[in-house]
């Protein structure tokens, strides 16, 4: 799978521990690094049914993807390609209650 990332602060956040640290705190840093691992382990689109409490998102983000951080934080992701396997990191935030 290859992981490309919305902007450069997501990029940072997804791929070096203390710069999540520094933007999350130590416990949904380790988990976003936890998800990441996960991202990398998959190779097809059925396999991200792996990849802890991961759902489709409905609506206005029908399009995109989602995996629980901690509640109330998700990531938010979509796939930019099937074959191969190439998923876009949006952002980490708390979509709930958002109209």
């Not at 990332?5 to 988990?31: F, H, M, P, R, W």
């Amino acid at each position: 799978m290859e992981i490309k990332y919305k902007n450069k602060g997501i990029q940072k956040v997804c791929t070096d521990y203390s710069e999540a640290i520094k933007a999350y705190g130590q416990k949904l840093a380790e988990i976003t690094h936890r998800r990441m691992k996960e991202f990398r382990a998959t190779e097809t689109e059925q396999d991200l049914s792996f990849v802890d409490r991961c759902h489709k998102l409905k609506g206005k983000r029908k399009a995109q993807y989602a995996v629980d951080l901690g509640h109330p934080f998700r990531l938010v992701f979509e796939l930019t390609s099937k074959d191969p396997l190439v998923i876009r990191i949006i952002e980490i935030e708390d979509y709930h209650g958002k109209q």
